[in-house]
């Protein structure tokens, strides 16, 4: 309900900036982006762990195109786009080391003479697992200039949205012995998975460089990121985020 509270509001705006288009003179760019980042944050209690875990963060990875539409002589500019995007955690032990965990398998009912299974109630060791989810979201952003002059360089401030719909999940187990993979199956099967949807808020400040008519290179630090939506990643709760992040924005129309 959230998530499409913050879509219906978000597309009210874009239909007010646009109306506002009409009764004066404005100037379009389509772009790419590159972004990179991650979240601190507090490993989350897992189901079936059976010892003490600590985990890495959350890593994010990103790219996408955007097409930016400018207001007030080019100083306040809105965006939307499509971008993808990759979330990964690891929980491992504790311990010092390559020590492990112990995770719990679904029992197996028929045992294979040649390959040793598990009982009822045995437990794997594994030394990590790797979860990482790929996302296809919509980003929407607000930018504004504080100077109005059409100067080399530009700094800027940036307030933005993206809402993620999850594409796909994959992990990754790491086993105290090879003879355990042949269980990496039913593992998988009970490592939980991420939530649908989630989104990305992100007030952000940078440097826009190049002159208006040029081709614009923009660098900007996220700060602090924040990801509200149920279990955005199933091993890290996160706090709080920062992301770097690099375009490149051709201009496509001016009147």
């Known amino acids: 309900m959230k998530n499409r509270t913050i879509i219906i509001c978000c597309g009210l705006l874009f239909i007010s900036l646009f109306v506002l288009a009409q009764d004066e003179k404005i100037s379009s760019r389509i772009g790419v982006n590159l972004g990179f980042g991650g ?38 500019g809105f965006a939307v786009g499509l971008q993808f995007s990759q979330y990964s955690a690891t929980i491992q032990s504790d311990g010092k080391e390559k020590t492990v965990f112990v995770f719990f398998v679904i029992p197996v009912r028929i045992r294979d003479p040649i390959r040793w299974r598990y009982n009822y109630g045995e ?14 979201g919509i980003p929407l952003e607000l930018r504004y200039f504080p100077k109005k002059t059409d100067a080399v360089f530009k700094f800027y401030y940036k307030f933005g949205a993206t809402v993620n719909f999850l594409l796909s999940s994959t992990n990754s187990v790491e086993f105290g012995n090879n003879i355990m993979e042949i ?17 990305y808020f992100y007030p952000a400040f940078g440097m826009k460089f190049f002159r208006n008519h040029r081709v614009w290179l923009n660098m900007e630090i996220q700060i602090p990121g924040i990801l509200i939506g149920k279990n955005a990643h199933p091993f890290i709760k996160p706090f709080v985020g920062l992301k770097l992040q690099q375009a490149l924005q051709f201009p496509i129309k001016k009147q």
């Open 39 to 76: 979240f601190l944050g507090k490993v989350v209690e897992l189901d079936r762990i059976s010892s003490h875990i600590k985990g890495s963060g959350l890593g994010i990875a990103s790219g996408g195109v955007k097409y930016e539409q400018f207001f007030s002589e080019n100083q306040l």
């Open 123 to 136: 437990y794997l060791k594994i030394h990590s697992i790797k979860q990482t989810n790929y996302h296809l």
């Open 183 to 199: 269980d990496a199956r039913e593992v998988d099967k009970q490592i939980e998975k991420p939530g649908v949807v989630h989104t």
